[in-house]
């Protein structure tokens, strides 16, 4: 069983920029992972999407403004978030597909 620990939320101004890291306790060179978001009283949402070899998807909502990646060798995937609008705040909470694996999340509030 792998265990995910998400980081790097907090509260950032309309405009602003944070960067998310999701650490795995084992290997995920194998897997597809990906970051999701759930705001209150919504739904739990895609955000972006990384394949083994890289290839990356996007909600259209986070298109030019996010960016997924990863470091097999450090067993961690990164959410670089910029331009970021108050509809973003959420629990952002990244997993590893396929398997049901899912870290505990972290708060991202936009906000003046």
């Known amino acids: 069983q792998v265990q995910l620990v998400e980081s790097g939320g907090g509260l950032v101004q309309p405009g602003g920029s944070l960067r998310l890291s999701c650490a795995a306790s084992?290997?995920?060179?194998?897997?597809?992972m990906g970051w999701f978001r759930q705001a209150p009283g919504k739904q739990r949402d895609r955000v972006a999407t990384?394949?083994?070899?890289?290839?990356?998807n996007y909600a259209d909502s986070v298109k030019g403004r996010f960016t997924i990646s990863r470091d097999n060798a450090k067993n961690t995937v990164y959410l670089q978030m910029n331009s970021l609008k108050p509809e973003d705040t959420a629990i952002y909470y990244c997993?590893?597909?396929?398997?049901?694996?899912w870290g505990q999340g972290t708060q991202v509030t936009v906000s003046s």
């Open positions: 997993a590893v597909l396929g398997c049901g694996y």
């Open positions: 084992g290997s995920i060179g194998l897997n597809a």
């Open positions: 990384i394949t083994q070899s890289g290839n990356t």
